[in-house]
């Protein structure tokens, strides 16, 4: 037999709903705890792509102009005002940062956007190395060296065709990384968000 205090529970059902009421309440915090979990973990994520897209995105944009910025002055005034000489500096400077961080930029590019973008920067990297490259050889006065630049229109080292086909490229690899960021950090597929909507489309 059921012991009297269970008999009378199951045949008074405000009874019942008061035994039953902590465990529906124990039920519904741990379903909140999950979910205030996930949240906190999405916008986690979501904050670290975001800052990694911008530190990219800005750092390339810096790069590229101060590049085009110091070629001009090498080719047209060989760095002879202070403007030339000051942006001469501050793109030596953007170079040290950015390359100074290859790995670790390259490294988070794939962990928060995947194999596709990683591949995108690498190409990037590649290049932002050959405008270095012609930038040294024009200001050193490299005229043997294969990435020797100088204002010679028709000659295979005019900067207008060397230069600047090395330099369009770029900014147009650069173009697609920052609007693959960008649909990614709109769509949440960055991180380990981008497992599990993977997981959910399988």
Request: charged residues 25%; proline residues 2%.
């Amino acid at each position: 037999m059921l012991p009297q205090i269970l008999l009378s529970i199951l045949s008074n059902p405000l009874g019942l709903a008061t035994v039953a009421s902590p465990f529906i309440l124990d039920h519904i915090n741990t379903e909140k705890a999950k979910l205030a979990a996930l949240l906190a973990h999405r916008e986690a994520e979501l904050k670290q792509a975001n800052e990694i897209a911008d530190e990219v995105s800005n750092a390339m944009d810096t790069l590229a102009y101060l590049s085009k910025q110091t070629m001009f002055g090498l080719v047209f005034r060989a760095l002879s005002t202070p403007e030339d000489q000051a942006t001469f500096k501050a793109y030596q400077a953007a170079l040290m940062k950015w390359e100074s961080a290859k790995s670790t930029t390259l490294a988070q590019m794939e962990m928060y956007f995947g194999a596709d973008c990683a591949a995108t920067l690498k190409k990037i990297q590649r290049d932002f190395e050959i405008l270095s490259s012609q930038v040294d050889a024009s200001f050193f006065k490299r005229a043997t060296s294969r990435f020797f630049i100088e204002d010679k229109e028709g000659s295979k080292n005019d900067f207008r065709k060397k230069y600047f086909n090395v330099w369009n490229r770029l900014i147009a690899e650069m173009t697609v990384l920052s609007k693959e960021m960008i649909r990614q950090i709109q769509y949440e597929e960055v991180g380990s968000l981008r497992q599990t909507e993977s997981l959910i489309r399988s």
